[in-house]
T-cell receptor, first 113, second 114 residues
Framework: DAKTTQPNSMESNEEEPVHLPCNHS???????IHWYRQLPSQGPEYVIH???SNVNNRMASLAIAEDRKSSTLILHRATLRDAAVYYC??????????????FGTGTLLAVQP | DVKVTQSSRYLVKRTGEKVFLECVQD?????MFWYRQDPGLGLRLIYF???????EKGDIPEGYSVSREKKERFSLILESASTNQTSMYLC?????????????FGPGTRLTVT
């Protein structure tokens, strides 16, 4: 599985946008880019995923570079409840039933009031 | 609301005990997973199951076994608990088929082996 690289930690102010970067220079053409987050004392939760085009949902936006070697998760207005560890994960769409997630250590996002 | 539940939030066991961690999902998902989470190592996959009575080893299966007798329930078994199995254990489930269905996680069981 291709590897992702994320900063260990980031800080943001409440109600400001947050851009969480992820590098995946060895991404293959069949890899989807997934983002999960883990709030304190909880299991991870799905945030968003995409392949080539930028994606939006109620939680966040995902901007994918044209060469797909990097992506950015965008929280449009950070709240204190967005403080969490954010994981960027590549998933091979050919893996069929074996759709395991390979988590790195993620980015710890701190949100200041 | 979709839900994955785990039998205990906190568990303390002694070395050598047999330990059962239970996970139940109410979404009729085909796939179920067991991960462990340790500081600095992230989440690592122990075992997964893509159908009743079917199982496959993940990245760190040593010292663990699993059981899936019913679609909604996936059990992780530590045959003889050891101190290096002290960890946070997370169960997840997802639809079957393609690799792009999201996984839903339970709240985790923090296991301490003394």
């Amino acid at each position: 599985d291709a590897k992702t690289t994320q900063p260990n930690s980031m800080e943001s102010n409440e109600e400001e946008p947050v851009h969480l970067p992820c590098n995946h220079s060895t991404i293959s053409g069949t890899d989807y880019i997934h983002w999960y987050r883990q709030l304190p004392s909880q299991g991870p939760e799905y945030v968003i995923h995409g392949l080539t085009s930028n994606v939006n949902n109620r939680m966040a936006s995902l901007a994918i570079a044209e060469d797909r070697k990097s992506s950015t998760l965008i929280l449009h207005r950070a709240t204190l409840r967005d403080a969490a560890v954010y994981y960027c994960i590549l998933r091979d769409r050919k893996s069929g039933a074996t759709n395991k997630l390979i988590f790195g250590t993620g980015t710890l996002l701190a949100v200041q009031p | 609301d979709v839900k994955v539940t785990q039998s205990s939030r906190y568990l303390v066991k002694r070395t050598g005990e047999k330990v059962f961690l239970e996970c139940v999902q109410d979404m009729d998902h085909e796939n179920m997973f067991w991960y462990r989470q340790d500081p600095g190592l992230g989440l690592r996959l122990i075992y997964f199951s893509y159908d009743v009575k079917m199982k496959e080893k993940g990245d760190i299966p040593e010292g663990y076994s699993v059981s899936r007798e019913k679609k909604e329930r996936f059990s992780l078994i530590l045959e003889s608990a050891s101190t290096n199995q002290t960890s946070m254990y997370l169960c997840a489930s997802s639809k079957g088929g393609t690799s792009n269905y999201e996984q839903y996680f339970g709240p985790g069981t923090r296991l301490t082996v003394t």
